[in-house]
T-cell receptor
């Protein structure tokens, strides 16, 4: 079953603008990850934030995590046309030998040149 | 970095035939591999988790006799879609988890079209 719910489902912005995508989830997690998928391709891991972290940065990416609200956000600053892709959050509830990554519905980001 | 190779990238088969998809971890050992299915413009749905040397664990609603998973070695898992039907047409993606506790690495996916 789907764990995460992203919003918005689709986002269209101009190059240079910032893009913010949100993700909500329902159960406790060990970490939350964000992935990018270009059309018809595999997934590329962007960033992982652990349950005891509140904010993390990687280049133009900024991720926040609020475990009390069970939500996360991904901010892409100074967007480029090449950032056009679908972005998914995924929650990791791994415990012991039981590993499982559950994906949200994704946000389709279009960056217009 | 960790690389997962998935093959084939595209396959077209006739109804009633079986198709095998391979997922290989190229530079790490993966005790656990995962198979996902993705419909157009939708998210990834976990189908099953395979552990090396043991039976796969299927998610609710996934037919184990239709989607056969074999994880015979620490670097290879296969998904066989048996007696394929047009409704099995989809994008299938595998991922692998490094046994040393690394993250999840995804293959590039297989586009299956059953005609």
């Amino acid at each position: 079953s789907q764990q995460g719910e992203e919003d918005p489902q689709a986002l269209s912005i101009q190059e240079g603008e910032n893009a913010t995508m949100n993700c909500s989830y329902k159960t406790s997690i060990n970490n939350l990850q964000w992935y990018r998928q270009n059309s018809g391709r595999g997934l590329v891991h962007l960033i992982l934030i652990r349950s005891n972290e509140r904010e993390k940065h990687s280049g133009r990416l900024r991720v926040t995590l609020d475990t009390s609200k069970k939500s996360s956000s991904l901010l892409i600053t100074a967007s480029r046309a090449a950032d056009t892709a679908s972005y998914f959050c995924a929650t990791d509830r791994s415990g012991g030998s039981n590993y499982k990554l559950t994906f949200g519905k994704g946000t389709l980001l279009t960056v217009n040149p | 970095g960790a690389v997962v190779s998935q093959h084939p990238s595209r396959v077209i088969c006739k109804s009633g035939t079986s198709v095998k998809i391979e997922c290989r971890s190229l530079d790490f050992q993966a005790t656990t591999m995962f198979w996902y299915r993705q419909f157009p413009k939708q998210s990834l749905m976990l189908m099953a988790t395979s552990n090396e040397g043991s039976k796969a664990t299927y998610e609710q609603g996934v037919e184990k006799d239709k989607f056969l998973i074999n994880h015979a070695s620490l670097t290879l898992s296969t998904l066989t879609v048996t007696s394929a039907h047009p409704e099995d047409s989809s994008f299938y993606i595998c991922s692998a988890r490094d046994w040393r506790g690394g993250g999840y690495t995804f293959g590039s996916g297989t586009r299956l079209t059953v005609v």
